[in-house]
């Protein structure tokens, strides 16, 4: 096995494991006094500042952020579970509280991607970008700060079929959680780029029509689940973010198009690195405020376009998000984009490196994506590549500046020692008329979806490779002899379902 992929194991793990509130740290405290200068100059009644300090310690449970494509429909499996599906966040409609007795994160729900776990507080970003309502389907969106991706998995749910989105980390190591949870949505409308944002602007100024900058913060929101110390209050700390988010939103300024719209967030309370930040944009950017009429509730008092969510008000960690735009129209530079318009260059075709496709790959890509055209010639422009022993395939429409910024895109298969199998991202992957046409699917009941997902292999007549699907949603591979399907789900994404569930 590469060293890659074992690289990826390790930090999709990691991912699963924070989307869970995190048990074993403590919460941090602070004193009112110290709540009040992280805030200053908001001022706040002497009474509230003590129920702030003490909401900023009390963990908040996780929210489900329910799949766009699946909301209309979206039931909690098994029924018995008692969700109404009810919209429990007042500002983003798509999301609905945890049940009490059914633990989200070990169900065949959360398997199948029908929603994400993630504080209510991160969803005031995805509001303020109107990721709910469909104003982003078929947008260029560009989330420069993605991992773990919580956000953009939002955003790439919300552009829907026509759009396509950068999910930009200049971490390296924070990249694979960010590719595994971007796959959970069975959309291949996304790269993945990793720049830093200076760097990823020379590359591609003037593209976005969307940019989401969900800044390093000094991370106030987070002392509650005990993942920041008390020094996320220090004046040093706050001034040091606010230089860095500073040079990100530059960045952010010359990758956006004109009339393109930056949305602007944060984990954290101090005004130094939230409404100071929309007045700097203002001030030297030249950006022009663009309230979100239905966060009105929410309207910080300092500035007109940013919102505040609170712990003590909100009954989550706390945020900021807000909304500024580029002056300028936004249809005019818009057919500057060119597209990728032949779906066979995405399933053929080489490869940066410029060797051919190797032909154990190529088998397995025939034999699970479906028969290529045997005069399929336009191999040197393709975007299907082999990295690492990986091969990553884009969708139809993929923008051709992807060739530049692209470090990672949606995985189809990838070598173990001698043989090539495909990947779990591409199981999940929502099928079209060309994708995934070659493998054959296997129907399995919640017993049998709980055997798979722990590890277990399934009886089946079948023989080859097959996705194995629960009430038509994938879960993942198994290669079967005609006897049995072997299991072939990775361990990061293996888990023991909840008997209680159902
Ligand atoms: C608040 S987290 C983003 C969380 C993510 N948006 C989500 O919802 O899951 C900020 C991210 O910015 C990244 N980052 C750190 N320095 C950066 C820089 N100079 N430019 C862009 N991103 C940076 C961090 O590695 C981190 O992954």
Redesign the pocket.
């Known amino acids: 096995m590469s060293r890659s992929r074992k690289g990826s194991k390790k930090a999709s793990r990691k991912s699963q494991a924070s989307s869970k509130p995190s048990a074993n740290r403590k919460p941090v405290a602070l004193t009112a006094e110290q709540v009040s200068s992280a805030i200053d100059p908001i001022e706040l009644p002497d009474a509230e500042l003590e129920h702030l300090a003490a909401a900023m310690s009390q963990r908040h449970a996780n929210v489900m952020r329910v799949r766009r494509d699946r909301a209309p429909t979206f039931r909690l499996q098994p029924s018995s579970s008692g969700s109404d599906s009810r919209t429990d966040v007042p500002w983003y409609p798509l999301a609905v509280s945890i049940p009490d007795g059914f633990h989200a994160s070990r169900s065949i729900d959360f398997a199948a991607g029908e929603f994400y776990l993630q504080d209510a507080g991160?969803l005031l970003a995805l509001a303020a970008a109107e990721a709910h309502t469909g104003s982003l389907a078929g947008q260029l969106v560009c989330?420069?700060?993605?991992?773990?991706?919580?956000?953009?998995t939002g955003l790439l749910e919300a552009i829907g079929d026509d759009g396509f989105l950068l999910a930009?980390?200049?971490?390296r190591s924070?990249i694979a959680p960010l590719a595994y949870n971007l796959s959970r949505t069975g959309s291949d409308r996304y790269a993945i780029s990793c720049e830093?944002?200076d760097a990823l602007a020379e590359k591609l100024p003037g593209v976005f029509d969307t940019i989401l900058i969900?800044?390093?913060?000094s991370g106030q929101a987070l002392l509650s689940r005990g993942r920041q110390s008390k020094g996320a209050v220090n004046e040093s700390m706050v001034a040091t973010n606010a230089a860095?988010q500073q040079?990100?939103l530059a960045a952010a300024h010359l990758l956006l198009r004109p009339g393109g719209t930056i949305v602007y967030s944060t984990?954290t309370f101090a005004v130094a690195e939230n409404e100071d930040q929309v007045d700097w944009m203002t001030r030297e950017l030249g950006m022009q405020p663009s309230p979100v009429a239905a966060l009105c509730d929410y309207q910080s008092s300092l500035t007109e376009c940013g919102y505040r969510v609170w712990p003590h008000r909100d009954g989550c960690a706390g945020a900021f998000a807000a909304r500024v735009k580029k002056p300028g129209d936004v249809d005019a530079s818009e057919d500057s984009v060119e597209f990728v318009e032949d779906p066979w260059l995405l399933r053929r075709g080489v490869l940066q490196s410029e060797q051919p496709l190797d032909p154990a790959c190529d088998e397995v890509l025939q034999s699970v994506l479906g028969a290529f055209p045997e005069n399929s010639t336009d191999k040197d422009s393709g975007l299907l590549r082999q990295r690492d022993w990986i091969a990553e395939a884009f969708c139809k429409g993929a923008p051709e500046w992807v060739k530049q910024a692209w470090t990672i895109g949606p995985e189809v298969a990838y070598r173990t020692g001698q043989t090539w199998k495909p990947s779990h991202a591409c199981a999940l992957r929502h099928v079209d008329d060309e994708f995934a046409k070659g493998a054959g699917r296997i129907d399995l009941d919640d017993a049998q979806a709980a055997t798979y997902l722990s590890g277990g292999t399934i009886p089946t007549d079948r023989r080859g490779w097959q996705i194995v699907q629960h009430l038509g949603r994938p879960l993942g591979w198994v290669k079967a002899d005609g006897r049995i399907g072997k299991n072939h789900l990775p361990t990061h994404a293996r888990m023991q379902v909840s008997p209680t569930n159902g």
């Open positions: 991160s989330d420069l700060c993605a991992a773990p991706g919580g956000k953009a930009n980390e200049p971490i924070r830093d944002p969900d800044a390093p913060c860095r040079r990100i984990c």
